[in-house]
């Protein structure tokens, strides 16, 4: 048995062992790694609780939901219900992970399909920089397949106890915001695409449920402005996999995206290549075609395109994410960073993180939780903890990737050893580590030459309008 740093009460199974485009400056967030201790739990209890088990239901079984569910599953005095419509789903997703998520969630090593150890960032005048001469030889970055680790984590919250659905969850409906509530669903049988209309009664709800979630529609947890990622898996010869064996290249510029990055990213026996935008969703085939057009010669005269996936992305946290009993978790909460568009971690570790506050809430199973209380360990915690990471990388992305001259400095300012240094070290490990003052001046003037010369050198953007869609949000 192998215990979790962040869940020491709880065993583990004994396993051994979205690739972060911010590849600059996220060490900025220097306020990263305060934590706040959990508040104390009342003693009353609801006279109903001793009666039976807590009914706990996570909608979503991706890593937000999966984390959650494990959790839940392991505690005392508490049922776990883990909804999920597709057991196989396979979410588009770049599908990268930090070094420190394989220990901490104890994933075995055949999850990753990639060890990424070299990155190539273009700029929109083609001018390619090397990153990665600074990581040590056991330091990598995971890239890997959503369904692999997906069923995985799922596969691991049944074990601990977790009931799996395989269905879709309809509504959620409740007299009270404090419960109980009932969710109302379709449930599929294997073999029959059909499914049968079902409820249940819980008392806690977490919303693990993606981007367009509808526990957070329920609750009336407000909206948000979303991204379009485009991604297509592509199969490409053996002699061009090759050069992507532990690579992965990052485009930036104006006909890839008006706002964000192109990727081509390596998985398992394929490349995964793709774009995102949120102020231009509807020109989102353009932005892919052109990353196609960039990246053509790596791939080869006959790339053969297996999968197109696409997606909506949060661009930042929902107005409300905890309403009575119900909290939101991952892409339902918002947990997508800006300039990098990483995902996966803040997910299983918003999952966890809830999870883990609202079992000690319950006081052994014997109580349950309200809207402040979980507000006041789970919400303080996560946003103590990961609030300046999300400020920062959303500053970076308002100043770098707006044009071409800022992209050009972009990618100029990543030739620097302290800035890969300093910032795969930051993302690697999520928290920041051994920032040098005297570097850090250095830079600056760094940064206002890079931002001179890019302008010099690039190439206006391209207009585009379109009012009404731009105002569309999930």
């Given at each position: 048995?192998?215990?979790?740093?962040?869940?020491p009460s709880?065993?583990?199974?004994?396993?051994s062992?979205?690739?972060?485009a911010?590849v600059m400056?996220?060490?900025?967030a220097?306020?990263?790694?305060?934590?706040?201790?959990?508040?104390?739990?009342?003693?009353?209890?609801?006279?109903?609780v001793?009666m039976?088990?807590?009914?706990?239901?996570?909608v979503?079984?991706?890593?937000?939901?999966?984390?959650a569910?494990?959790?839940?599953a392991?505690a005392?005095?508490i049922?776990?219900t883990?909804?999920?419509?597709?057991?196989?789903?396979?979410?588009p997703c770049?599908?990268?992970?930090?070094l420190?998520?394989?220990?901490?969630?104890?994933l075995p090593?055949?999850?990753?399909?990639?060890?990424v150890?070299k990155?190539?960032?273009?700029?929109?005048?083609?001018?390619?920089?090397?990153?990665?001469?600074?990581l040590?030889?056991?330091?990598?970055?995971?890239m890997?397949r959503?369904?692999?680790?997906?069923?995985?984590?799922?596969d691991?919250?049944?074990?601990?106890?977790a009931?799996?659905?395989?269905g879709?969850?309809q509504?959620?409906?409740?007299?009270?915001t404090d419960?109980?509530?009932t969710?109302?669903?379709?449930?599929?049988?294997?073999?029959?695409?059909?499914?049968?209309p079902?409820?249940?009664?819980?008392d806690?709800?977490?919303?693990?449920?993606?981007a367009?979630?509808?526990?957070?529609k329920a609750?009336d947890?407000?909206?948000?402005n979303?991204?379009?990622?485009?991604?297509?898996?592509?199969?490409i010869?053996?002699?061009?996999?090759a050069?992507?064996?532990d690579?992965?290249?990052?485009?930036?510029?104006d006909d890839?995206?008006?706002?964000?990055?192109?990727?081509?990213?390596?998985?398992y026996?394929?490349?995964?290549?793709?774009?995102g935008?949120?102020?231009?969703?509807p020109?989102?085939s353009?932005?892919?075609?052109a990353?196609?057009e960039?990246?053509?010669?790596k791939?080869?005269?006959?790339?053969k395109?297996m999968?197109?996936e696409?997606?909506?992305?949060?661009?930042?946290?929902?107005?409300?994410r905890v309403?009575?009993?119900?909290a939101l978790v991952?892409d339902?909460a918002?947990?997508?960073?800006?300039c990098?568009?990483?995902?996966?971690y803040?997910?299983?570790k918003?999952?966890r993180?809830?999870?883990?506050?609202?079992?000690?809430?319950t006081?052994g199973g014997?109580?349950?939780?309200?809207?402040?209380?979980i507000k006041?360990?789970?919400?303080?915690?996560?946003?103590?903890?990961?609030?300046?990471?999300?400020?920062?990388?959303?500053i970076?992305q308002?100043v770098?990737?707006?044009?071409?001259?800022?992209?050009?400095?972009?990618?100029?300012m990543?030739?620097?050893d302290y800035v890969?240094?300093?910032t795969f070290?930051s993302?690697?490990?999520?928290?920041?580590?051994?920032?040098?003052?005297?570097?850090?001046?250095k830079?600056?003037?760094n940064?206002?030459?890079?931002?001179?010369?890019?302008?010099a050198?690039?190439?206006?953007?391209k207009?585009?309008s379109?009012?009404?869609?731009?105002?569309?949000?999930?």
């Open positions: 048995i192998v215990s979790r740093p962040d869940c709880f065993p583990a199974p004994a396993t062992d979205r690739i972060s911010s400056l996220s060490f900025s220097a306020a990263l790694g305060l934590n706040l201790g959990a508040a104390p739990a009342p003693i009353v209890s609801r006279a109903a001793s039976g088990p807590i009914r706990v239901a996570v979503g079984g991706g890593p937000a939901g999966a984390c569910a494990e959790i839940f392991q005392p005095n049922e776990c883990m909804f999920e419509r597709k057991m196989d789903n396979c979410k770049g599908g990268a992970i930090p420190c998520m394989v220990e901490e969630f104890s090593p055949d999850i990753v399909d990639r060890r150890r990155m190539k960032m273009i700029s929109p005048s083609g001018r390619e920089v090397d990153v990665g001469r600074t040590k030889e056991d330091e990598y970055i995971g890997l959503r369904e692999v680790m997906d069923k995985y984590l799922r691991r919250a049944v074990q601990f106890g009931t799996p659905v395989n879709l969850v509504k959620v409906e409740f007299a009270d419960g109980p509530y969710i109302k669903y379709t449930k599929y049988e294997e073999g029959t695409p059909k499914g049968t079902a409820e249940a009664e819980f806690i709800i977490v919303g693990a449920d993606g367009n979630s509808r526990t957070a609750i947890a407000g909206e948000y979303y991204a379009i990622a485009f991604q297509e898996r592509i199969k010869a053996d002699e061009k996999m050069y992507y064996e690579l992965a290249e990052m485009y930036v510029g890839v995206s008006p706002d964000f990055y192109a990727w081509v990213f390596p998985k026996d394929h490349v995964g290549v793709g774009t935008t949120v102020v231009n969703r020109a989102i353009e932005y892919q075609a990353i196609r960039r990246c053509a010669e791939l080869g005269p006959d790339p395109v999968k197109v696409a997606h909506p992305i949060p661009e930042h946290m929902r107005p409300r309403v009575g009993r119900v991952g339902a918002g947990y997508v960073t800006k990098s568009g990483e995902g996966i803040f997910a299983a918003s999952g993180m809830a999870a883990q506050e609202i079992v000690a809430l006081a014997s109580r349950l939780p309200t809207e402040q209380e006041d360990t789970y919400l303080k915690k996560f946003d103590q903890k990961y609030g300046p990471t999300y400020l920062v990388l959303d970076l308002k770098f990737y707006t044009n071409n001259g800022a992209r050009e400095a972009f990618v100029d990543c030739a620097s890969q240094k300093v070290d993302y690697l490990y999520k928290k920041v580590q051994g920032n040098n003052p005297l570097d850090d001046v830079l600056l003037f940064t206002i030459g890079s931002v001179i010369k890019g302008n050198i690039a190439s206006p953007d207009t585009f379109n009012p009404v869609e731009s105002l569309k949000r999930l």
